[in-house]
């Protein structure tokens, strides 16, 4: 098993930028971080595999967020810059089985950190 844990999700004005963490128990090859805004589905924002990188994204957020990986460390990270109002929701680490942004492929989260964006 795999155990994450988020930290630094906050309130801020649109325009501008957090930063995530998640701490996983373990080394994990495949990472991600999902979005869920109020009242919709939880989707893929942001993906990561290997020691190295391969980072993928989703339309919505391509440009504005990165993703990356300290793997001595066991850590993950979210840089969101232009945030928007419709960034505002849970925010949730994910570890799964291969390099995809589908929640079916990830088999462990995290408890998820609170995001909300002013305009």
């Known amino acids: 098993q795999v155990q994450l844990m988020e930290f630094g999700g906050g309130s801020v004005q649109a325009g501008g930028s957090l930063r995530l963490s998640c701490k996983a128990s373990?080394?994990?090859?495949?990472m991600a971080w999902f979005h869920q805004a109020p009242g919709k589905e939880r989707e893929g924002v942001a993906g990561?595999?290997?020691?190295?990188?391969?980072?993928r994204y989703a339309d919505s957020v391509r440009g504005r967020f990165t993703i990356s990986r300290d793997s001595p460390k066991n850590m993950v990270y979210l840089q969101m810059d232009s945030l928007k109002s419709e960034d505002t929701g849970v925010y949730y680490c994910?570890?799964?089985?291969?390099?995809?942004?589908?929640?079916?492929?990830?088999?462990?989260w995290g408890q998820g950190v609170q995001v909300n964006v002013s305009s």
């Open positions: 990561i595999s290997g020691a190295v990188g391969d980072p």
């Open positions: 373990t080394y994990s090859t495949h």
């Open positions: 994910a570890s799964g089985v291969r390099a995809s942004l589908r929640e079916s492929d990830f088999r462990y």
